[in-house]
Every structure is written in C-alpha cells, then in structure tokens.
C-alpha cells in the first residue's frame, strides 16, 4: 500500500536498485515517518461506523482535496529512515505537488496531474514521465473497487493525536497471508492520512510512516508550483517513454489468478543504455505488468534474459517492499523477472509461479 498524498517514491527507490542490477526500469515511491510503539487503545469517542470501502474512499477524498504542507517520514525497524518536506494543492480540477527529498540523494519530484517530472540537481536531469497509476493513498481508482472488502476487514481502534491533529484510529486486518494489515490515523475533520503502519502476520511493524509537521489548508500557491516544475534551464530532460500493451499482445498470462489482485496496466518500457553507451536492442524492452488489491501493487517487470548482464536470483527487501528476481523455468528460460511489490514475499512468489510464457 502507498501511504503517500503525493506521488509515491518508495518502491521507486527499491526498484532502481534493483534496476542498476538488473537493467530494468521501475516505477513507484514512497516517504513516511518515526514513532513505532504507540498504538492507542479503544475508547469511548471511537471512530464512526464504516466499512473498508468507506473508510478508504474518505481517506482517498482527504489525500486529494485539501492543500497542505507537511514533513513526512519513513521508518523501518532496521533502522532505515527517508523523509521528505511536501505541498500539495488542489487547484480546480487540477492536483499540483512538490516532493522535496530531504533524505538521501537531493531530489524534487513535481505532479501536475498525470504528468511527472523529477529534477537530480547533481546530475542536471529531469526525468519526465506520465504515470498511468499515481500511488496516491490509499491506492484506489477513481471508482474505488468494492471488492476490496473481501480481502480486509475493518477495526476501530480508538483516537489519538498526530503532528498536532485529532486522528481516528482503525485496523486493516487481511484475510489470508497475501497482504500486509495496515494501522492507519487519518484526521477526524478531513479523513487525510497522518501515519500508517504497515504489519505482518505477527502483527509487528514492518514499516511506519507518518507527517512529523503538518500544515492544513496551506497557502499554497498553484502558479508557483507550476513555474518551479516549467523551470528545467541548465537541466537535460530525459522522456520516459511508455507504450500501452496487454499481456496478450506480448505472450504472457497467469496459469493461476493470485487472489484478490486484479490487472491494473501493462506497458512496454525502453531498455536503459549499455554501459558503453550504445542504443539497446529493440528485443531488450522491458514490460511492466501491475496487479492491485485495491490497497496493495504487485509490478512484474519481465524482459529477455542476458547472462553478461543479469544478476543472479535474489531477494531484496526494504521495510514493507519486498522484491524477487529470477530466471523464468522452462519453456520461458529465455526471460528474467523483477517483481515488486509492498507485499509479503509468498505473493510475489504467486505471481512468479503462475507466470507462463504463451509462445
């Protein structure tokens, strides 16, 4: 699931990792926050009555009407931590954000919309991209698919408070071992989501994330944000270039549907250059297949296999993302998977499984 009110920069981080072993391109963040221990505990002002579906599209509404200004952080119990300052402003019809990493690498991430553009001031790139799924939280369309009920049930915890905000506490509990279960504090007054954790089978904390500051209703000005994101003088611009396919198209399917997770997209992504700095192969394209639950993404990320240039099995895990690669079985021996997901690691297992070439 990604927690985030702007774009999620997460699993893109895990992704890219995985990229620079395995030559793939990804998509997917994420940032979030600190305090793992206090979980409140039921009390008389408890949360209002709804079920998952309510529960997720006043969450969804809260992420996307009101504008804000916050610090967000992301934790997890290995010690890694990431955060980031955001504003986000609806203007109109229009979603406007910046992300500004305040961890790691320097960065800014800016949304108009579908549009995205990431500025690497140390490397004088922006990357430009439009983005088919925004992993706004909580991830759901824009018709919040009701069948996200059959796979989590819903339980009030209580209230409490966060970043200076009055917080309605419930539990995402899942109903088989494919899914993390989330705590989620979303503000009383708006539904927006001020921390989240996300927790395994065992109920431990996998990750945590959460606004240590926030600012709601900020002025937060459109025009600025859009002449910040206009602003690419002195960079070089690099278009991610996307084009839509189905799995059909490109030979491939599920023998065996993983419960509850329903295709969301498939696309076929440009190769990264050679380290020589040669065109790839047009054969060396990478495809991304993107399942969801309606909480949490599964991405497959399939290409040909290159023994001169493919890392060997694996796994990779930071906080709530796992992720898997392997060389396809035969008869599909000619292809190496990527998958990732904010899942535990028999669904990505699922996912590989069940994945067969069709010629």
Sequence with gaps: MTVQMPISARTFVLVFAVLCLGQMAAAQTRYG?????????????????????????????????????????????????????????????HQLERIEALSGPPRSTFRRNRSVMTFLPEAKVVKVEKRENLDLFPNLPDKPDSSVGDYYDVRAIGKDRVAGFDADVVQLVPRDGLRFGYRIWSERRSGLVVKLQTVDSDTRVVEQSAFSELQLDAPVKAQALAQMMAN???????????????????????????????PRSFFRRPALPSGDGKSPKPEATTVQWTFSDGLATVSLFIERYDPARTPSDGVLTIGATNAIRRRLPAPASDWWLTAVGEVPQQTLNAFAQSLARTR
């Excluded at 206090?38 to 992420?63: C, F, I, Y």
């Excluded at 002195?234 to 993983?258: C, F, H, N």
């Design 33 to 93: 926050p600190a305090n793992t221990k206090s979980v409140p505990s039921a009390q008389n002002d408890e949360p209002p009555a709804m079920g998952v579906t309510e529960w997720l599209q006043r969450m969804h509404a809260g992420a996307r009407q009101r504008s804000y200004v916050g610090t967000f952080v992301v934790s997890a119990p290995g010690g890694d931590l990431s955060s980031a300052r955001i504003w986000h402003v609806r203007d109109g019809d």
């Design 232 to 262: 690419t003088s002195g960079y070089r611009i690099e278009k991610l270039e996307l084009e839509r396919s189905t799995a059909q198209d490109e030979g491939w399917m599920l023998r065996t549907p993983v419960a509850g997770f329903k």
